[in-house]
């Protein structure tokens, strides 16, 4: 008669693609400038930053670049001083670019892929919010076919269609200790797809500044049968039928810029982005169980996010011919409103500067290095859901090195 | 070779990056107004780390006072010592382990027999039997007994009855003499935590309101304000906690009359109500229909229901008539819950208002756990709630906390002190510490 009811056991995974979650790692060129680029022309990268653009580039390009990630964040929570801290991992954001057209023609088509969102978190399994999340390695892969119009020599304009390739690998400890008091385990892993488009214009006026201006769409991503792994104790497996499924959408916010360059003289480059990003099209995430429980039963965490803004500048110096000398930095708000704050990224406004170097190594190839520090506001929060309160502090280390060819 | 110093330069610096670590300011822990030297805990069962129905070595290490000095640690706090079962009898007083499900979803549980630290029975003339355990030599920091009321305080012959107590002390049953509150106060100490009188009402409210009786209400009081005075004759500062509403904990609110009614129904719809023998007033006890208002303790063996039952009228099902109700010990009645609420409300008065009187820090047990009844509570993203095993606080006997419970009461002592006297004691990491455990 001592009926036990073991549904007050809500598992409720986190999942949200902060701003933490955007990786602005689209070229070296770019970073060093303080990742902007939508409204100058520096290489195939432009194929990412303003299609609009490409038809411009004076000649043809294949590059590859990848921006090695650390990832430093720590919790206190509230009313101790426990300094938890997420394990050193290194993610690894990466570009390939191609564009290529005839000599001197009016269009040029082009080739990318990248990484424009991702993330590797790893709070480890003895911390205070591990019944929150665990660890989270994230990562999402774009594929952008793009083709790039000169309507005139002032004016190109281009467009370009997205598949995401998206995976995700998320474990959390679940609440029920067995014989030994070891608590249960679960991995909620898998991937999935989605299609999005952008589009570009860039303009060359007569006062000798560049602009240009692009729409990033939405691409919603579905992961439609990943798998829900649970470890809990023998007699409660039953409450967690194994093998089992999940499935979840995650929007991927649309994103506006608008991006200017000024050329002072002939040795500096100057330039502005502004973007906008929708994060208000995440307002909920759920998770959808193929089989249901009283004990695992599908989850909706609100979410309410807001739009964000980014703010960024940057210069290069062309010191020599074969040299180049770049510096940047920014401000990007936070999509994540109190209360709403969670450990797989702990977004919170934040600041970052950044340095490049550029050197043609022979005629037709350029080796760029980049190094960005990002520096995350310290926020202290009480997650509504979970309770978890304390204060995350985050540092971001990303050095970067691409080489490009060019003809 | 320049390109080999290249590269050291660059791994170099990559591991100089792995080194850098964000670091969030916290304040220095400190002691504020209080001395945390030498920390002393009195109380029952609760203090004493009790739980799933026993005393045992895994409850000991996981009790309140000892996660509280704990994090006394870093304001000043001393060692602290327990009383605690040696590995070899490791499960002390015996207790219940969940082993397994029945097809309805009902729990199993199974005593523990094996490793214990039973020494012996002593028969005490006019009493009973009292069951000795192995003795403990050592320092005590640790002073919560199984058992004792804030009644048995200055009861001399208290050490010869619980066998919990005897194990603390040098003499052996039945010549003890010492009080308990001349046993806790006889080594000097700076500060202290009380939690003793939840056993003068939850005694009545366990046994249904038959087998034992409340403190009388001004009894309470003057032991109170004795135990208290005792506690603070050098100035020594401390915290004290009110008593739970004995209807907040699970082991009145599982076995419900709706359930057991349901279930009886399910074999015979013609049944309409179950019988139990309900207080009128005074020591008057009459049979009556059962309510949804009179709880039923976990441990009534639901199979007696509807048993043959010889009477003067014939036989008749057990618990299902005005002449064969269930029996009184099984059954807190309505009138007896607000019986034991009147004398909760006013120990708790008591408490309050002697701490307040004595500038002690108070944690309000009483509130505290009404409100997880009523609205649960979230702690780093584990949902709890005062639901037997399921709620993840109470353990397999209904009324005493799992490591979860106690750590989590232990945070809130450590916040009363720190409200009180200005310290900065780190509050513990709530989810270290387990619910029940399952097979």
């Not at chain 1, 936070?334 to 043609?360: C, H, I, Q």
């Not at chain 2, 058992?147 to 200055?154: A, C, P, R, S, Y």
Request: charged fraction near 10%.
């Amino acid at each position: 008669m001592r009926k036990l009811l073991l549904l007050a056991l809500a598992l409720a995974p986190v999942l949200a693609f902060s701003q933490g979650f955007q990786v602005n790692l689209e070229g070296q060129k770019q970073i060093g400038m303080g990742h902007t680029g939508t409204g100058i022309l520096q290489d195939g990268a432009s194929v990412f930053f303003n299609p609009g653009a490409v038809a411009m580039l004076p000649q043809n390009y294949v590059q590859g670049g990848i921006s090695p990630l650390f990832f430093k964040s720590d919790f206190n929570p509230s009313g101790t001083s426990i300094q938890d801290r997420t394990a050193n991992k290194i993610a690894t954001p990466f570009s390939f670019y191609a564009a290529w057209g005839p000599k001197a023609s009016f269009w040029k088509l082009g080739l990318a892929v990248y990484t424009p969102f991702g993330g590797l978190t790893d709070w480890g399994n003895t911390w205070q919010g591990k019944y929150v999340l665990e660890s989270l390695d994230l990562k999402a892969i774009y594929f952008q076919p793009t083709i790039s119009i000169k309507l005139a020599d002032f004016i190109s304009v281009g467009g370009g269609f997205v598949y995401n390739r998206g995976s995700v690998d998320l474990t959390q400890a679940i609440p029920l200790a067995n014989s030994s008091g070891q608590p249960g385990q679960a991995e909620l892993k898998g991937s999935g797809k989605g299609y999005g488009w952008n589009a570009g214009v860039y303009i060359k006026t007569e006062a000798g500044i560049t602009i240009g201006i692009t729409h990033r769409s939405q691409v919603t991503t579905t992961i439609p049968n990943g798998n829900a792994i649970f470890t809990v104790p023998g007699s409660l497996q039953s409450s967690f039928p194994q093998p089992n499924q999940f499935s979840s959408t995650i929007p991927l916010p649309a994103t506006n810029s608008i991006g200017f360059g000024f050329y002072p003289c002939s040795k500096w480059i100057l330039a502005l982005d502004v973007n906008v990003i929708n994060w208000d099209v995440y307002k909920t995430l759920s998770f959808d169980y193929t089989k249901n429980t009283p004990a695992l039963q599908d989850t909706h965490s609100a979410r309410n996010y807001t739009d964000a803004v980014s703010l960024r500048g940057g210069a290069q110096y062309k010191a020599k011919d074969n040299l180049a000398l770049r510096f940047g930095g920014g401000y990007a708000s936070t999509a994540v409103m109190d209360g709403y704050v969670t450990p797989e990224a702990p977004d919170a406004n934040r600041v970052y500067g950044t340095l490049g170097l550029g050197y043609t190594m022979a005629k037709h190839l350029d080796l760029d290095i980049s190094f960005e520090y990002e520096h995350l506001m310290q926020r202290t929060q009480t997650n509504n859901e979970s309770q978890l309160s304390g204060t995350f502090k985050t540092n971001v280390y990303i050095p970067g090195i691409s080489l490009a060819y060019h003809w | 070779m320049k390109t080999f110093k290249q590269h050291i330069y660059i791994i170099a610096g990559l591991l100089l990056l792995g080194a850098c670590k964000p670091e969030v300011n916290t304040p220095k822990p400190y002691h504020g107004s209080a001395d945390f030297t030498r920390y002393i805990s009195i109380g029952n069962s609760l203090t004493a780390g009790y739980a799933d129905g026993g005393l045992y070595l895994d409850g000991q290490l996981n009790s309140y006072p000892s996660i509280i000095a704990k994090q006394m640690q870093s304001v000043g706090g001393g060692a602290f010592t327990q009383p605690l079962f040696g590995a070899d009898q490791a499960n002390g007083s015996g207790y219940l382990s969940l082993t397994g499900f029945n097809p309805d979803g009902t729990p199993i549980t199974t005593p523990v027999t094996t490793n214990l630290a039973v020494r012996g029975i002593q028969p005490i003339p006019g009493f009973g039997n009292v069951v000795l355990y192995t003795k403990y030599t050592g320092n005590i920091n640790n002073y919560g007994v199984p058992g004792i009321k804030l009644l048995h305080i200055v009861y001399a012959p208290y050490g010869n009855l619980n066998g919990y107590y005897e194990r603390l002390l040098p003499g052996n049953s039945p010549a003890n003499s010492t009080t308990y509150l001349d046993f806790v106060t006889a080594k000097p100490f700076t500060f202290f935590s009380n939690w003793l009188g939840n056993n003068d009402a939850l005694g009545y409210a366990t046994s249904g309101g038959a087998g034992d009786v409340l403190t009388p209400k001004d009894q309470f009081s003057q032991l109170y304000g004795l135990l208290i005075s005792k506690m603070t004759a050098n100035g020594q500062k401390g915290v004290v906690g009110t008593i739970p509403d004995v209807t907040s904990v699970p082991y009145f609110n599982t076995v419900t009359v709706g359930a057991v009614l349901g279930a009886v129904q399910k074999a015979n719809p013609t049944v309409k109500a179950l019988y139990i023998n309900a207080l009128v007033s005074g020591a008057t006890y009459a049979p009556r229909a059962a309510t949804a208002k009179d709880l039923i303790i976990l441990t009534f063996p639901t199979g007696k229901i509807g048993q043959p039952v010889v009477t003067p009228y014939g036989t008749l099902p057990y618990g299902l008539t005005p002449v064969t109700p269930i029996d009184n010990q099984y059954v807190l009645d309505e009138n007896e819950v607000a019986l034991t609420e009147s004398y909760v409300s006013s120990y708790n008065e008591t408490i309050k208002s002697i701490a307040a009187a004595k500038g002690l820090a108070v944690f309000d047990a009483f509130t505290f756990l009404n409100n997880i009844k009523l609205h649960g509570l979230v702690v780093n993203g584990v949902s709890l709630n005062s639901g037997y095993i399921s709620g993840g606080i109470f353990s397999l006997d209904g009324v005493h906390l799992t490591p979860r419970g106690y750590a989590i009461v232990a945070n809130e002592f450590i916040k009363a002190i720190n409200a009180k006297y200005g310290s900065s004691i780190p509050l513990a990491n709530v989810s270290d510490y387990r619910g029940v455990k399952f097979p």
